[in-house]
């Protein structure tokens, strides 16, 4: 296998559909929160993937399970029952409240399954409602209705006409949430902290104002906790933490810890408008997500991870609160558990170039922001080294006050 950077760019480039601007490192291997390129470098990864390496690269759990599913049985189709799809549903039940669950792959189609069962509920009612509330800094997904209530004209321009009828509210004004809601609405949708928006968790206001909407109109909330959600914020879901009461729930990233696994989880009044064939997918629940699944959730709960994370996070706070006291760059730290924004003054793209080059992975977004999303078994010691070493970075593109 040849792993050099030059001769994997040059494949790429010649077979791969240009739609990712890469980094120019190519890498192999990983261990916990390391990560490691074709020429052994190692670097800490502060990302996990964009919020998906849950238990961190080759947890050794993680991994006989997905070997021994292998070995066992990994598909058969949604034609046929298997043993685990009711057993993740049931293990997701309790965690969120939402009795229901349908398995899809990814983010954005357990997006599009909440949109559809929305649909589906005012059909089944007989009641015409069409709107759809979203937030301004929303990101859904790239699939047609996931981009219809994703917020920014970048993603939106070159594929309209999107759905139609969503109206987009500015995050974390009541007012003007409760304005936009009406008897039309057939659902709201919000991220309980929007995560390519820059880290920005709903206010307690913000949330109030949903609640209201929603028992002053009857429409329904969906909240996509597809980022925030098992775990990343130090609770099972961010929605509990407001106070909220979904009727639908998506999720994807950590559940499978790397393995392809969305659901969206569903209140019985929802699932009671939902008839056989309404929707669907092939791979959707099979053996092997169930079995990451499984595996993840049972290190979130049993294994302790939760009150890890709560612990570590308020470690990791600390941190960067004192990052943001040394460097004026800082304008805002942003963020709850071990999912964390740093607003900067200027452009983030030089400081998470300057991170790389210290060995330590994290991203930009919404273009002022470095986004820390960790691997959810990180150390206080490790988030140490890795903070240490974004410090440096930050004294590197000249961020000291
Ligand atoms: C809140 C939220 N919803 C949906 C998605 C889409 O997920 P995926 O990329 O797995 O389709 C993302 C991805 O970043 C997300 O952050």
Request: charged share 20%; net charge neutral; with cysteine.
């Amino acid at each position: 296998m040849q792993t050099t950077v030059d001769e994997v760019q040059a494949r790429e480039a010649r077979h791969i559909l240009q739609t990712y601007r890469r980094a120019p490192i190519t890498f192999v291997r990983g261990a916990g929160v390391h990560l490691y390129d074709a020429e052994g470098g190692e670097y800490l990864d502060l990302l996990s993937g964009i919020g998906v390496a849950s238990l961190g690269h080759a947890h050794p759990g993680l991994a006989r399970a997905i070997a021994d599913q292998a070995q066992t049985l990994l598909h058969t189709s949604n034609l046929f029952y298997h043993p685990l799809q009711g057993q993740l549903g049931e293990r997701l039940a309790h965690l969120s409240g939402l009795p229901r669950a349908f398995f899809c792959n990814s983010g954005t189609e357990a997006v599009e399954a909440c949109l559809k069962f929305a649909r589906r509920y005012w059909y089944t009612r007989g009641e015409v409602r069409k709107e759809i509330v979203a937030l301004e800094g929303a990101f859904h997904g790239r699939t047609f209705g996931s981009l219809s209530v994703t917020a920014d004209e970048h993603y939106r321009a070159p594929f309209e006409p999107l759905l139609s009828g969503v109206r987009f509210v500015p995050l974390n004004e009541p007012a003007a949430l409760l304005s936009a809601v009406s008897r039309s609405t057939a659902a709201i949708i919000a991220e309980p902290v929007q995560g390519e928006g820059g880290v920005r968790p709903l206010t307690p206001a913000f949330a109030e104002a949903i609640r209201e909407a929603c028992a002053q109109t009857g429409a329904l909330f969906i909240a996509d906790e597809v980022q925030s959600g098992l775990g990343r914020t130090g609770s099972p879901f961010y929605f509990t933490t407001l106070g909220l009461k979904p009727d639908l729930v998506s999720v994807g990233k950590a559940l499978g810890g790397g393995v392809p696994v969305g659901a969206a989880l569903i209140s019985e009044a929802v699932a009671a408008t939902i008839s056989f064939g309404d929707h669907g997918s092939t791979y959707g629940g099979n053996l092997l997500a169930c079995r990451a699944g499984l595996c993840v959730l049972d290190a979130l709960v049993a294994g302790g991870l939760l009150a890890h994370i709560g612990r570590v996070g308020r470690h990791v706070e600390q941190r960067l609160k004192a990052m943001a006291a040394k460097h004026a760059i800082i304008k805002h730290v942003r963020g709850v558990g071990l999912m964390w924004g740093l607003a900067l003054t200027c452009d983030a793209a030089p400081l998470v170039q300057a991170a790389l080059a210290r060995r330590v992975i994290v991203n930009r977004t919404a273009e002022t922001v470095v986004r820390l999303l960790p691997p959810l078994i990180i150390t206080e010691a490790e988030a140490d080294e890795a903070l240490h070493r974004l410090d440096a970075a930050l004294g590197d593109v000249g961020g000291t006050a």
